[in-house]
C-alpha cells in the first residue's frame, strides 16, 4: 500500500523559533491518523507544509507519492485542507463559494457533487445566503465543504470543531467517518483528546517541533496510561501488610493506580489474602489525556520507552 | 487554464458585485474634476492651438481614472484576501503563480478600462472629443492599465495592512498621476519641473493616450511607447518574482 503522506525530517524556522526541528512520519492511505500537541507544538506549520502553504527549510513531503514542492499541482489536487481560522471570502454565496473553489481545482461542472456536499452537510437550505450572514458552525460546515470539492483522497482538518456545539460537532464527526470507511485518508488535529481517542487508530504527538510519540492509539494507552482503581472497601483503612497503597483517600474511598490489567488480580488476591471484603468497585480505563499529559512532562516518550525496553531486556 | 479562467472571473465579479463603488464613485470623481476645472480654466489655459481646455482635460482625467482603478482593483483584492484570511483558498488548489498574475492582472485591466469607457461615455454629451488615432489612444490604455495592474498587486502583496496600502496610494500614486500632466502640459512648467516630469512614466502614458485623440502630444508617441513598454517590463518581471518566491503569501 502506498503511503498517503511521507513526511521527511521537515524542518521550519521562523526567527529564533523552531517550528519544527526534522518531523518524520507516513501515513497509510486510508488511515484516520490524530496529531496532537499543545499550542505552538507545530501542528498548523506541519499543516501548512503539507498544503504548500510553508515551505520547508529542510525535508520533503509527498502526498500519494507527488512531492508537494516539485509535483505540487498533483500534490494539491490530492489533498483538501479544512483550515483552522474561520475564513470567508464575504462577496460571494455559499454556492459561488464552492463553485469558485471547484474551479480553482479545474473542475468546470461540479454542481452534482457540490449539491451532495452541501446535502451531506446540512447546508443546502444555506446555498444562496451570503458567507456573511452564517452562524460561525454554518461557516465551519462551509470550510469543510470547500475542502471536499475535488473529492481529494487526503482530507486535513486542522482542530475543525474549535468552537463548534455537540450537535455540530456529533454530526461532523460522523461525516468525516463515512468519507474515512469510503476510502479518504484523513489527519486530524485537535485538543480534545477524547476525539482524538474515539477516532483516530494512529496517533503522532508533537512538543517543541519534535515527534515525541508515535504509534496506533491502543498501544499509547497501554504504554502510557495506567488503570485508575477506585475501591470501598468493609473498613475505613486499607488493610496493612497487604501491600497495597493508595494514591488518594476520600470519605472511605481509595484510589489506586494500576500499571495494567495483570495487575488488577494479584492485588484483589492481596486484599483477599487480608480478609478486607470489597463494597464498591470502580475501574477507569485508560485515557489518551493521561497519555498526553504524561508523555509532554516526559519530553521524549519515543526514548524512554526505547530504553525502558532495553534496560529490561 | 479553468484555474485562471475561474481565478479571473471571481476577480470580475468581485468588482462588479459593488460597481456603485467600484466604477460608479470614479465615474462621479472624475466628472467633477471636469466640472470643476473646466469651469475655472476654460478659456484661460490653452496648450495646443485650436483644443479648448476642457476637451484637453478630459483625455488626461479619462487615463487617471483608467490607472487609479486599475490599481485599486488587484491592490484592495489581495490585501482584503490577505486580512480576512482567504487568500489560502486561492494558495491551497494547483493554481501557479502566473494563473495567478494573469487573473488578477487581466480583472485590473477591466476594471481600469471600465471605469475609462464610463467617464468617456458620461462626458460625451459635454465634450466633443476627437480621435485622432485611436489605435495609440487603445494601446496606452491597455499599457497602462497593465502597469497600474501589476504594480497594484506588488503593493497588495508587499502592504499587511490598509494603511500601508492606503500610504502607497496617497504618496506614490496620487503624486504620480496628478504631477504627469493630467491638468496641464509640462511645457507650462518650469525648466527644472519639466526635466522632473520626464522622470514620471505616468506622464508617457497620458501624454500618448492625448495623443490619441489630438494627434499632438509634448513628446512623440513611439517614444512615450518605449518608455511605457520599459515600465510594463519591469513591473511584470518584478511582480512575478515576487510570486514565483511566495513572498509574505507562501511563508
Known amino acids: 500500500m502506498t503511503a498517503a503522506l511521507e513526511i521527511r525530517n521537515v524542518a521550519k524556522r521562523y526567527g529564533a523559533l523552531q517550528a519544527l526541528a526534522g518531523v518524520s512520519l507516513e501515513v497509510a492511505e486510508g488511515e484516520f491518523f490524530g496529531l496532537l500537541g499543545p499550542n505552538g507544538a507545530g501542528k498548523t506549520t506541519l499543516i501548512s507544509v503539507i498544503a504548500g502553504l510553508v515551505r520547508a527549510d529542510a525535508g520533503s513531503v509527498r502526498v500519494m507519492a507527488a512531492d508537494v514542492v516539485l509535483d505540487y499541482r498533483r500534490a494539491r489536487r490530492m489533498l483538501g485542507v479544512v483550515p483552522q481560522e474561520l475564513v470567508f471570502d464575504p462577496f460571494f454565496s455559499v454556492r459561488e463559494t464552492l463553485r469558485f473553489q471547484s474551479g480553482y481545482y479545474g473542475l468546470r461542472r461540479n454542481d452534482d457533487w457540490i449539491d451532495e456536499v452541501m446535502q451531506q452537510l446540512e447546508l443546502t437550505d444555506k446555498a444562496d445566503t451570503n458567507m456573511r450572514a452564517l452562524s460561525g458552525g454554518m461557516k465551519r460546515r462551509v470550510l469543510v465543504a470547500q475542502a471536499l470539492v475535488h473529492k481529494p483522497p487526503v482530507i486535513v482538518l486542522d482542530e475543525p470543531t474549535a468552537g463548534v456545539d455537540v450537535g455540530l460537532r456529533q454530526g461532523l464527526w460522523r461525516f468525516i467517518r463515512r468519507l474515512n470507511a469510503d ?17 483516530c487508530s494512529r496517533i503522532a504527538m508533537l512538543k517543541a517541533g519534535r515527534v515525541v510519540a508515535l504509534d496506533s492509539t491502543r498501544n499509547l494507552l497501554e504504554k502510557f496510561s495506567g488503570l485508575e482503581l477506585q475501591i470501598r472497601l468493609d473498613r475505613d483503612a486499607l ?5 497495597v497503597t493508595a494514591v488518594a483517600a476520600e470519605g472511605g474511598r481509595f484510589t489506586v493506580r494500576l500499571r495494567d490489567y495483570a495487575e488488577l488480580e494479584a492485588l484483589l488476591h492481596r486484599l483477599r489474602e487480608a480478609g478486607a471484603a470489597i463494597r464498591e468497585f470502580e475501574l477507569a480505563p485508560p485515557d489518551l489525556e493521561e497519555v498526553f499529559l504524561r508523555v509532554m512532562a516526559s519530553g521524549d516518550a519515543t526514548a524512554p520507552s526505547r530504553s525502558g525496553r532495553a534496560r529490561g531486556a | ?15 462588479w458585485k459593488v460597481a456603485f463603488q467600484t466604477v460608479a464613485a470614479p465615474v462621479l470623481t472624475a466628472l467633477l474634476y471636469l466640472v470643476v476645472f473646466a469651469h475655472t480654466l476654460e478659456g484661460r489655459v490653452s496648450v495646443y492651438p485650436d483644443v479648448g481646455y476642457t476637451a484637453f482635460l478630459l483625455p488626461g482625467l479619462v487615463m487617471m481614472s483608467v490607472l487609479q482603478n486599475a490599481f485599486a482593483n488587484s491592490s484592495s483584492s489581495l490585501i482584503q484576501s490577505k486580512i480576512t484570511g482567504n ?63 501589476a504594480l497594484g498587486v506588488i503593493a497588495g502583496i508587499w502592504a499587511d495592512k490598509f494603511d500601508q496600502l492606503a500610504g502607497f496610494q496617497n504618496f506614490v500614486i496620487m503624486p504620480l498621476t496628478f504631477l504627469s ?3 496641464y502640459s509640462i511645457h507650462s512648467l518650469p525648466g527644472f519641473w519639466q526635466e522632473l516630469s520626464h522622470l514620471n512614466p505616468f506622464f508617457y502614458m497620458i501624454d500618448g493616450f492625448r495623443y490619441g485623440f489630438f494627434g499632438k502630444s509634448d513628446f512623440a508617441p513611439q517614444a512615450s511607447l518605449a518608455v511605457v513598454s520599459a515600465s510594463l517590463a519591469v513591473l511584470w518581471v518584478a511582480a512575478l518574482r515576487l510570486l514565483r518566491s511566495g513572498y509574505k503569501l507562501r511563508g
Open chain 1, 183 to 199: 476510502g479518504h485518508t484523513i489527519v486530524l488535529t485537535t485538543h480534545y483528546l477524547e476525539e482524538a481517542e474515539q477516532l
Open chain 1, 239 to 243: 488493610p496493612e501488610g497487604s501491600g
Open chain 2, 181 to 183: 500632466g493630467v491638468f
Open chain 2, 1 to 15: 487554464m479553468t484555474g485562471f479562467l475561474t481565478l479571473l472571473h471571481k476577480e470580475l465579479v468581485r468588482f
Open chain 2, 87 to 149: 487568500v489560502v483558498f486561492l494558495l491551497l488548489p494547483p493554481i501557479s503563480y502566473l494563473e495567478f498574475f494573469a487573473a488578477y492582472l487581466l480583472a485590473s485591466m477591466v476594471r481600469g478600462l471600465v471605469v475609462g469607457v464610463a467617464v468617456l461615455a458620461v462626458t460625451a454629451p459635454l465634450v466633443a472629443l476627437p480621435l485622432a488615432a485611436p489605435l495609440w489612444a487603445l494601446a496606452f490604455a491597455l499599457l497602462g492599465s497593465a502597469i497600474l495592474g
